[in-house]
Structures are given as C-alpha cells and as structure tokens.
T-cell receptor, first 115, second 110 residues
Framework: DADVTQTPRNRITKTGKRIMLECSQT?????MYWYRQDPGLGLRLIYY???????NKGEISDGYSVSRQAQAKFSLSLESAIPNQTALYFC??????????????FGSGTQLSVL | DQQVKQNSPSLSVQEGRISILNCDYT??????FLWYKKYPAEGPTFLIS?????DKNEDGRFTVFLNKSAKHLSLHIVPSQPGDSAVYFC?????????FGKGTSLLVTP
C-alpha cells in the first residue's frame, strides 16, 4: 500500500463546482503539503501544514482552502472551480528537516480537469 | 519570479554515457538543494541532495555538484541507463518549503 494516498486519481468537473481532493498518509509525518504541477511550470506550493493546528499559505493559495483533519489527513478544496485550476495536484509529507534537507514523499497525484 | 531555473526542458543521452542536468538559482539563502525524479503517472521521488556547505555529494551513479559562487548545481548520472528516462526536478530549500524548477525530461536511448 502507498504511504501517501491521494483520492481521487482523476476528476472532471464543471466551472463553479466545489471540489475536494483528499490525502492521507501512513508515514507518521507531521508535515503535509499540497502542490500543483502545470506543464512547463514545475511544481508550485499551494498550502502547507507543519502540524494539525498549523496551516500556512504557499505561493499560489488564492482560490484554494485546506483542512488538516488529523495528523494523517490533509484535504484541499476548490470552493468554486475555474478552468485555470486544471492541473495535476500532489500531496506530500515530510518528517521535518533532517540531514538531507526537507525530504518530501509524494502521493501519485490527482489529475483535475475543470471544464 | 522563479528562483530555481532549469533551462533545458529536455535532454537525450545514449545508454552508457553521462547525463548532465543543470539547475540555476537566484536566492543565496537556499541552504539545501535536492533532486527529484518523476515517472509518468507517479509522484516525484527523492533522488539526492546537497547541503549548501558542500560542493559535491555522491550516491552510486548519481553525483550532485554545487557551485555557490555561480549559483549553479548539476546532477551527473554515470552511466546512464534506459530506466533513468524520467523528468528530473531541481529543488531548493529556504525556510519552510521547497522551491522547484520546471523540470528537465531525460531520455536515455539504447
């Protein structure tokens, strides 16, 4: 079983709909992240959480919200989806900064298409 | 403005030869640099990292070189294998989270 699980793997929705992407982890890590990947733009940070009571915006948080329901669960919501939120979304975890730097463990991604 | 830049979108190398992937950065406060590898339909996986106080780190076929004065790092893969064909992301750490480059797609041909 994957250590970082994202659901759903694929989602097609319409403009204006509310969407939730879910992430759960069995690694026991405190830190969780949401990134999006767009062709030619690499990975950009949306939100991150260093523990259950700590939520922080990343560089592209507008139009998104998150919820850290438990140490193992971190969900990303699009309150009113728009076409330019079509992207590949990744959840990641880390157990804090170690000698390797901030080593992230990624889920397999959720491909979201907003029509 | 992008702080981590991978200016080569793609690279093709023959099996057995050396692959060199390059990365430039603008923020001198970055204290760790990491490389991630991504196959289609999978999430990125950690490959190798280097602290800003070092200039080289080696792990098997993979070596990362850091030139702080030039704000440049490179990943060397020797010898390259077809299974190395993937997208490689350079990332830099300062403070709370990683900044990623756009990625370089490596194709290793038999």
């Amino acid at each position: 079983d994957a250590d970082v699980t994202q659901t759903p793997r694929n989602r097609i929705t319409k403009t204006g709909k509310r969407i939730m992407l879910e992430c759960s982890q069995t690694k026991g890590h405190d830190r969780m992240y949401w990134y999006r990947q767009d062709p030619g733009l690499g990975l950009r940070l949306i939100y991150y959480s260093f523990d259950v009571k700590d939520i922080n915006k990343g560089e592209i948080s507008d139009g998104y919200s998150v919820s850290r329901q438990a140490q193992a669960k971190f969900s990303l919501s699009l309150e009113s989806a728009i076409p330019n939120q079509t992207a590949l979304y990744f959840c990641a975890t880390s157990d804090s900064r170690g000698p390797m730097g901030e080593k992230l463990f990624f889920g397999s991604g959720t491909q979201l298409s907003v029509l | 403005d992008q702080q981590v830049k991978q200016n080569s979108p793609s690279l093709s190398v023959q099996e057995g030869r050396i692959s060199i992937l390059n990365c430039d950065y603008t923020n001198s406060m970055f204290d760790y640099f990491l490389w991630y590898k991504k196959y289609p339909a999978e999430g990125p996986t950690f490959l190798i990292s280097i602290s800003s106080i070092k200039d080289k780190n080696e792990d098997g076929r993979f070596t990362v070189f850091l030139n702080k004065s030039a704000k440049h790092l490179s990943l060397h893969i020797v010898p390259s294998q077809p299974g190395d064909s993937a997208v490689y992301f350079c990332a830099a750490l300062s403070g709370y989270a990683l900044n990623f480059g756009k990625g370089t797609s490596l194709l290793v041909t038999p």
